[in-house]
Each structure stands twice: as C-alpha cells, then as structure tokens.
C-alpha cells in the first residue's frame, strides 16, 4: 500500500511540475482516478491499489459538444472497418485505441462518436518522473487528436471548436470521495 500512496504522491507532484491542473477521487470500486488538464486536453488516469500501473486514457467524443446532433456523424456498422484500418495504423505497442459510439434514440442506431485512447503509465517504477509523465501525455494527446482529425474527415463532420470534444469517460461525481485536489 505504501508504494501506491507514493505513485499517488508522484502523480501530484509530476502535474504541479509542468504545470498541470488535477483532481483525484476515489471511486466506488476503489479505484483511485485522477483528472488532469494539460496540453489544452483532459485526461483520465486510473488505477487500483493492486494494478502495477495506471491506466492514462485520452477521449475524444462528438457527443461532448453542445448541442450537437450524432446523425452527422455516420452509422457505425458502415464505417467499423475503416476506422479498425484507421487506427491500427495509429496504435503502438503502449497505445491502444477504442472507438466510441452513441445511439440515436429515434432510430436505435449506433453512430461514431469518437476515440478512446489508453496508454500505460508505470508511475511505481523508479525512473517515472515529470520528463516522462509530459511525454507520455504529449504521446496520448498526439495520437488521440491525429485519429479523431483524421476521422472526422473521412466522414466530412465539420465542428467548430475542436477542442470541445476532449474529455473524460468516466467523470468523476461529487458522490465519489475526494482523494485529493
């Protein structure tokens, strides 16, 4: 337990290094989740006192927009195999991507919504430091940013602000206890 208390403690003090905003909580499952704001991005870290590392996640959805509608987008089941192609190009051996959908209520259609992408971060090693935790982030941000462009223009789903579309999955509720801030 003690290790994972000090990779909590790193996490903090590698955001106040570069500059990073953060809130962690602890949620239901006791899952520590740490929320960071950094390079005009969210992220998400989790882990759990038995994992060995935490899991940075970089999401990327349409339906984050106000008001936007996801039947600009297009059904999921004509484009599944060109954004599988589309981002087993992007992905390396430390970043996985997953796809997001929505379901339009109207039609019970599932339609793209936008990218989750993972990459481990081995906080508890020795070497782990604010250097590393910046490059891993920028490496995140890159190819979740790279993979929803890229998308958005092979369906032509033109948005005006960008940036809006960053986020977090699992948003940590005011019900879950803070762990820190």
Known sequence: MREYDQAIGRIAACC???????????????RQLVTINYRNGVFTLVTSPSDGYFRAMSVRQLSNLEDFDITRSEPIVDVENE????????????????????????????????????????VFEDGFGPKAFDESLAELDQISRKAFNQTLDRLDVDIDRPEETAGSEEQPQETYGRAFH
Do not use: C, H, W
């Open 83 to 122: 954004l599988t192609d589309l981002f087993d190009n992007l992905q390396t051996a430390n970043i996985r991507i997953d796809y997001l959908t929505e379901t339009d209520e109207s039609t019970s259609l599932e339609y793209f919504d936008g990218y989750r992408t993972m990459k481990p971060l081995y």
């Open 16 to 30: 106040s290094a570069v500059g990073a905003s953060y809130r962690g909580y602890l949620d239901q499952r006791g």
